[in-house]
């Protein structure tokens, strides 16, 4: 009889900072769980999401492709799926006789190949709601579908995608006052004017914060409650993996699409611009007897090198031209690192483009954006890593060089690829209503985006994908397209 094939559990977390788990050095612990699972596997120190947000990420997690090869590159992306030239992991799979399941993601263009689609409930709320059990309520559909799978006969991939630390950050006890239990509403304390006077986002996150709030610190220790929470209901989850006997024969891997910004560059509880806030994200694998255990490995990872890996891991081959590159050599030791410089999007709130190297960051807007923040931002990222000081008008040499590079690597995509870089055509990335194309000014782009509710950014992020999502659970039979969650 042949050997089964190996299964892959993959945890895809929406707006996880890797700095804000203390397994990356932060100094709440925040992730005592994830911390554990570390220890028996590989955990990747500078692993980066280059296409922000989340549209784009998860089109990179899942295919091994950049944005050239993809095309996606906008939140709000315009396009029922992905294009035909480009075969998704689930897809991948099936052709070796896996069952892939995906949670949590039904309905997003990336989410094309999966068998079988569940969805969980209230992943939105307002400060009426709270608190938000999002992993608990995962974890309740989860589980049973693991189950499942582990009594069948197929190898299996599960896709499980976690939303906890994204906003609204509303946290059950003990955890919303796990990291601050002091008065949000402080008379003293004025860290939050800049949301209250920030129209495009200030319904939005009043919704769902204390009334009153006056403490930015708060809304961060909720942040960091969030991450608590999901640390201990993946806990539950790995805790099962090992009950079912899956350990052994399993490649587990833990990655976030996006980082976020919490306090930072007056971006607001959200996840654009394109600064490392945004951009580090945690990579983990655990595989017992092909990972070794315990292993940081220091060299540079994105998303592309995701699935070249995963593939690697579980013994599928793959005919596939992958943008990204088997991490394998570097957690062996035989290569140090990826490429350490690389070229950088955003289509979330704001349209900017640059070039992120080991010392320097350009970020280059190709329209107005809404925060009036200048056209050309340039960070040395040893002297200034949190990326306060802009010295683009101080250092004009070494921006005219990174815009060298990054347009010399642009050229080279479109040559290789026959296609145009997306951010040049998506000009209508925002689906702004009444306004059609780039916006014309800062004042435009203020004026005319805009989150009213918990509802509205949910609608707003539904959006990323041509279809609606849907309680409902849906099936598609081997072989055909998956058919996409309808809400």
Same mark, same amino acid.
């Given at each position: 009889?042949?050997?089964?094939?190996?299964?892959?559990?993959?945890?895809?977390?929406?707006?996880?900072?890797?700095?804000?788990?203390?397994?990356?050095?932060?100094?709440?612990?925040?992730?005592?769980?994830?911390?554990?699972?570390?220890?028996?596997?590989?955990?990747?120190?500078?692993?980066?999401?280059?296409?922000?947000?989340?549209?784009?990420?998860?089109?990179?997690?899942?295919?091994?492709?950049?944005?050239?090869?993809?095309?996606? *590159?906008?939140?709000?992306?315009?396009?029922?799926?992905?294009?035909?030239?480009?075969?998704?992991?689930?897809?991948?799979?099936?052709?070796?006789?896996?069952?892939?399941?995906?949670?949590?993601?039904? @309905?997003?263009?990336?989410?094309?190949?999966?068998?079988?689609?569940?969805?969980?409930?209230?992943?939105?709320?307002?400060?009426?709601?709270?608190?938000?059990?999002?992993?608990? $309520?995962?974890?309740?559909?989860?589980?049973?579908?693991?189950?499942?799978?582990?009594?069948?006969?197929?190898?299996?991939?599960?896709?499980?995608?976690?939303?906890?630390?994204?906003?609204?950050?509303?946290?059950?006890?003990?955890?919303?006052?796990?990291?601050?239990?002091?008065?949000?509403?402080?008379?003293?304390?004025?860290?939050?004017?800049?949301?209250?006077?920030?129209?495009?986002?200030?319904?939005?996150?009043?919704?769902?914060?204390?009334?009153?709030?006056?403490?930015?610190?708060?809304?961060?220790?909720?942040?960091? @409650?969030?991450?608590?929470?999901?640390?201990?209901?993946?806990?539950?989850?790995?805790?099962?993996?090992?009950?079912?006997?899956?350990?052994?024969?399993?490649?587990?891997?833990?990655?976030?699409?996006?980082?976020?910004?919490?306090?930072?560059?007056?971006?607001?509880?959200?996840?654009?611009?394109?600064?490392?806030?945004?951009?580090?994200?945690?990579?983990?694998?655990?595989?017992?007897?092909?990972?070794?255990?315990?292993?940081?490995?220091? @060299?540079?990872?994105?998303?592309?090198?995701?699935?070249?890996?995963?593939?690697?891991?579980? @013994?599928?081959?793959?005919?596939?031209?992958?943008?990204?590159?088997?991490?394998?050599?570097?957690?062996?030791?035989?290569?140090?690192?990826?490429?350490?410089?690389?070229?950088?999007?955003?289509?979330?709130?704001?349209?900017?483009?640059?070039?992120?190297?080991?010392?320097?960051?350009?970020?280059?807007?190709?329209?107005?954006?809404?925060?009036?923040?200048?056209?050309?931002?340039?960070?040395?990222?040893?002297?200034?890593?949190?990326?306060? *000081? $802009?010295?683009?008008?101080?250092?004009?040499?070494?921006?005219?060089?990174?815009? $060298?590079?990054?347009?010399?690597?642009?050229?080279?995509?479109?040559?290789?690829?026959?296609?145009?870089?997306?951010?040049?055509?998506?000009?209508?990335?925002?689906?702004?209503?009444?306004?059609?194309?780039?916006?014309?000014?800062?004042?435009?782009?203020? $004026?005319?985006?805009?989150?009213?509710?918990?509802?509205?950014?949910?609608?707003?992020?539904?959006?990323?994908?041509?279809?609606?999502?849907?309680?409902?659970?849906?099936?598609?039979?081997?072989?055909?397209?998956?058919?996409?969650?309808?809400?």
């Amino acid at each position: 009889m042949a050997k089964r094939k190996k299964n892959l559990i993959l945890f895809g977390v929406d707006s996880l900072w890797a700095d804000h788990m203390s397994g990356y050095g932060y100094d709440r612990m925040t992730t005592p769980n994830i911390d554990k699972f570390a220890t028996q596997g590989v955990l990747f120190e500078k692993n980066y999401s280059p296409h922000i947000p989340t549209t784009p990420a998860y089109a990179n997690m899942l295919s091994g492709m950049d944005c050239f090869s993809t095309q996606v *590159v906008a939140l709000r992306h315009n396009a029922p799926s992905l294009t035909k030239d480009v075969t998704t992991l689930p897809e991948i799979l099936r052709k070796e006789g896996y069952e892939s399941i995906c949670v949590g993601f039904g @309905g997003n263009i990336s989410s094309r190949g999966f068998d079988k689609y569940v969805e969980y409930p209230r992943a939105w709320g307002s400060w009426d709601d709270r608190p938000l059990r999002k992993a608990e $309520n995962l974890n309740d559909v989860t589980i049973p579908e693991l189950e499942r799978l582990a009594s069948g006969q197929k190898p299996f991939f599960l896709f499980i995608r976690h939303m906890d630390p994204h906003a609204p950050y509303m946290p059950p006890p003990p955890y919303d006052t796990m990291f601050y239990s002091k008065d949000p509403c402080d008379p003293s304390k004025n860290s939050m004017d800049g949301v209250r006077n920030f129209k495009p986002f200030r319904d939005f996150h009043l919704s769902w914060m204390p009334p009153g709030i006056s403490d930015a610190d708060h809304v961060i220790a909720q942040y960091d @409650g969030e991450v608590a929470y999901m640390d201990a209901c993946i806990q539950r989850l790995l805790t099962r993996i090992d009950e079912l006997g899956l350990a052994d024969d399993t490649l587990v891997v833990l990655n976030g699409d996006h980082g976020e910004t919490l306090a930072d560059h007056d971006c607001y509880f959200d996840h654009h611009g394109i600064y490392d806030c945004t951009l580090h994200v945690p990579l983990i694998m655990r595989m017992p007897g092909k990972l070794p255990e315990g292993k940081r490995i220091s @060299g540079y990872t994105s998303h592309f090198d995701l699935v070249p890996t995963m593939l690697d891991l579980i @013994g599928v081959k793959s005919k596939i031209k992958f943008d990204g590159r088997n991490m394998m050599p570097l957690v062996r030791g035989t290569r140090k690192t990826h490429e350490s410089e690389y070229y950088i999007t955003e289509c979330t709130w704001m349209r900017k483009h640059g070039w992120r190297t080991p010392e320097w960051k350009l970020i280059v807007a190709l329209e107005p954006d809404f925060h009036f923040k200048p056209e050309v931002e340039l960070y040395n990222l040893i002297q200034d890593p949190d990326e306060n *000081v $802009n010295l683009a008008k101080k250092e004009p040499e070494m921006v005219a060089m990174l815009r $060298n590079r990054m347009e010399a690597w642009i050229a080279k995509r479109e040559k290789e690829t026959g296609k145009t870089n997306p951010m040049y055509t998506n000009l209508h990335w925002h689906r702004t209503k009444g306004y059609d194309g780039p916006f014309k000014s800062s004042e435009d782009a203020y $004026n005319r985006m805009h989150i009213g509710s918990a509802a509205q950014a949910a609608r707003l992020q539904a959006k990323g994908s041509a279809a609606k999502q849907t309680k409902k659970t849906k099936k598609t039979k081997k072989g055909k397209k998956a058919k996409r969650a309808k809400k």
